[in-house]
């Protein structure tokens, strides 16, 4: 969509018919393309999603996170607001939970204020499904424990096909179970415990990609092979194949025991450094959903270097989460005003 398009010209796809975000699992490939490509849309239309356009005045956006966030909380806040929205910023830190409230009373209090969609980021999995089934509003999911984060895996994917992919996967005939077909992305690092991870595996081989997760066998399971995706434990010998590295965080936070003697044993096995970046291919895309630790999973001339677009996933995530807010109001609107149930 060119830049200089009016937002009334923006439209709705037919295939989005739900009123929640809550995973990528059980998307299809088409829902899937649907957002990417409104969120691609809008990115154009806000100029980089730095201009606001009024799609959504009038409407109020709630992020309600249980856990520590500095990306998804501000880019949630700030895509309601490129797109005219308020916001209400909730933090459990001194809230009516430490006086024995519940997740859910919490929850619908901040609903009867009038807002229309939840955003919530909580250590329980399944927490977003919870308040999916207790409020009227949409619920949207930053991240449920080790569970999903879609937002997340969204702006990945949106970042591939910016730069891997040409523009026919922005046309209605392109087959959405095709646009990845013969490229291979890595998924390196902590897989037991990302959630991240777990939404681009739903999503990019629901796209038509070959997924390889890749890491200490403390961290990637040989089942995950049962569900279809190449499970390798040493990164010196996949980089040559890869068109997508996307390098993980080992979270620290979440682990019972150390899965691994050292960090720098692990750096050593699985970091991407200088040397490793010449065995690659040379179009090879770097990204890393962050925070990044340098020198663990990437080295600073990788993290700052040409092949990195990790900056760029920041912004995407802007795009991911205006388009996401658009077509869950946007879908809860068309129901109102139809006699079919979404979804």
Known sequence: MDASLSPDQLSFPAV??????????????????????TADELKAMTEGCRRKVPLLTGKTCANLFFENSTRTRNSFSLAAKRLGADTVEFSSSGSSVAKGETFVDTAKTIEAMGVD???TRH??????????????????????GPHEHPTQGLLDMLTILQHRIGSDWKHEAADPEKVFAGMTVALVGDIAHSRTARSNLWG????????????PPTLVSPRWEELGFEVAHRLDEIVHRCDVLNLLRIQFERQKARPFPSVYEYAALYAMNGQRLRLAKPDILIMAPGPINRGVEITPEVADGPHSVILEQVTNGIAVRMASLWLLANAKANADASTEPLA
Do not use: F, M, Q, Y
Request: charged fraction near 20%; include cysteine.
């Open 204 to 215: 990019l081989r629901k796209l038509g990609a070959h997924v390889i997760i890749c890491g």
């Open 16 to 37: 989005w018919r739900h009123r929640h975000l809550l995973d990528l699992e059980r998307l299809s490939a088409a829902e899937i393309l649907a957002i990417l490509r």
């Open 123 to 144: 250590s329980t999995p399944g927490t977003p499904h919870l308040l999916a089934r207790e409020l009227k509003c949409s619920v949207l999911n930053a991240g449920d």
């Open 117 to 119: 969609w939840v955003v």
